[in-house]
């Protein structure tokens, strides 16, 4: 890959800047100044910038808590984006995985890894989603069957099968429900459609990846190196 184009995708800086570190003498390979943007560098061979090792890393991989407020896109004229809430220096290839509203709490996998996001995001997959809701009104076993059962949501077809648990039930019920879509505005259409209002909403989970509770909303990590094979090896991503 030529040197400028590496160290653009890393987050160096944008083009014109990297063109300018490099014409500067700031960047080495393997030890030596390097001048020229057009220079073809390897993955494995080691870059510095400014002195400093630059490592480079073909796919990324992020669990955000996504907290309310911004939204799940990698650019908008009004909001804040999730992409927003990760370091300023980082690739430029990364984007959310799926789509969680404005006003949704909980995981996000952010990652430039195109492939693996198709593949948790297919309908065919049936990747289940875990979300935690607070719910206006009481929730019932009736809403627990009906959820089972599937729901009317104006789409072609009922929603399919998605499992209701009722933690708490009053006034304002607690509830966890897991879904294997991705509808627009799925668990609020499916409460809506029974009568209930959510009134707060999070996801816990996508597929075997678990929100990392000890990130506050707006932290972020990389995915461990367990989780992410565990990932793949449940959509059938090789390696
Ligand atoms: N269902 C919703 O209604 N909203 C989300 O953000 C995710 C699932």
Do not use: W
């Not at 959310?96 to 990652?111: A, N, Q, S």
């Not at 990747?127 to 809701?133: G, L």
């Amino acid at each position: 890959m030529r040197l400028d184009k590496y160290l653009c995708d890393m987050g160096a800086g944008t083009h014109s800047q990297v063109k300018q570190k490099i014409r500067k003498g700031l960047i080495t390979v393997e030890g030596e100044t390097v001048l020229r943007p057009e220079y073809q560098v390897e993955p494995e061979q080691k870059v510095c910038v400014e002195g400093e090792p630059f490592t480079y890393t073909e796919m990324e991989y992020y669990m955000l808590n996504k907290p309310a407020g911004c939204v799940s896109a990698r650019t908008d004229e009004h909001c804040r984006t999730v992409l927003e809430l990760l370091p300023k220096k980082k690739r430029k290839d990364l984007f959310p995985v799926g789509r969680l509203d404005k006003d949704t709490e909980g995981l996000l996998l952010i990652t430039n890894d195109g492939k693996l996001a198709h593949l948790l995001l297919s309908p065919k997959r049936h990747v289940d989603k875990t979300y935690e809701a607070r719910i206006q009104g009481q929730v019932t076993r009736e809403h627990v069957k009906a959820f089972q059962e599937g729901l009317d949501i104006g789409e072609e077809r009922l929603t399919l099968s998605a499992v209701l648990e009722i933690l708490n039930s009053g006034e304002i019920s607690q509830v966890r429900v897991t879904i294997q879509e991705g509808k627009f505005h799925q668990i609020k259409r499916m409460f809506q459609a029974v009568g209930c209002e959510v009134l707060y909403l999070k996801r816990l989970s996508m597929g075997s990846l678990t929100l990392d509770e000890s990130l506050k909303p707006g932290e972020y990590r990389f995915l461990t190196e367990a989780e992410l094979a565990k990932l793949k090896l449940e959509v059938g991503v090789e390696g």
